[in-house]
């Protein structure tokens, strides 16, 4: 009688001792924007990984210095799995905004601020002072009338259609207005000689009977009344 023996092998296959995968990789997650006043922006950075590109550690603190579009890596490399995967990042510009020079205007008087921004992100949207802003005619637009009293402050906030934002700031001081003199009283004899009006401050306008300039040539005998006005005006501060 014959015996009919059965051998089994096994074969067992490596490849250099390593499993073979698809992506085995982590995900470096979605493309995103990022206004650049909301930098730094800190990605996710799983155990086994490591951030690489421009602007990034390795950890996945992203911070450039300028806009613009930035690809970053993502690298696996845990013992079991070598892979790669990339991220775009756009970084979107701050708008520019100008509050305007700082000014001081005269007590009692108002000031018409006129602001001004822009962006390349799309069109300002948001308007917002703050501060002392219980002297503006309005809070929400470029150009409110200010009021100020003493020294004041007026921050400005703009936001762009893309939710980016920017300040900038003005400063207006209310100068107390000073005291105006004609000087005293005189007399004269009538006669065609010149006299030269001074009053105080100085840069103010004579008016009256006999004046030209700060000239007075008498018209006649009698009484005559010369007024002096004083005009306070605006000026620019120097620049710091």
Do not use: R
């Not at 009919?4 to 979605?30: D, K, P, W, Y």
């Not at 990022?34 to 550690?57: A, E, K, R, Y």
């Not at 009021?147 to 900038?168: M, R, W």
């Amino acid at each position: 009688m014959k015996h009919l023996h059965l051998v089994f092998i096994l074969v067992i296959l490596l490849v250099n001792n390593t499993e073979i995968f698809g992506q085995c990789g982590e995900s470096a997650g979605a493309d995103e924007s990022i206004c650049f006043n909301n930098l730094p922006l800190n990605l996710s950075t799983p155990v086994g990984t490591s951030w690489q590109g421009d602007f990034i550690s390795s950890a996945g603190v992203f911070n450039p210095d300028v806009a613009g579009i930035y690809v970053v890596v993502l690298a696996t490399s845990n013992g079991f799995c070598i892979d790669q995967d990339e991220k775009i990042i756009t970084v979107l510009a701050s708008p520019e905004v100008n509050a305007g020079s700082d000014q001081m205007v005269c007590e009692f008087e108002s000031f018409q601020i006129n602001a001004t921004a822009s962006s390349e992100n799309g069109n300002i949207v948001v308007w917002s002072w703050s501060g002392d802003d219980e002297y503006l005619s309005s809070t929400n637009i470029p150009n409110p009338t200010a009021n100020p009293v003493g020294s004041s402050s007026f921050n400005l906030t703009v936001a762009d259609e893309a939710g980016c934002f920017s300040f900038d700031q003005i400063n207006l001081t209310s100068a107390a207005l000073p005291v105006v003199s004609a000087g005293n009283d005189i007399d004269i004899c009538h006669t065609p000689a010149v006299i030269t009006l001074s009053g105080t401050p100085a840069g103010g306008t004579w008016s009256g009977p006999g004046v030209s300039g700060s000239d007075f040539t008498s018209p006649g005998t009698g009484t005559h009344n010369l007024q002096y006005v004083y005009t306070c005006l605006l000026y620019t501060s120097p620049s710091p």
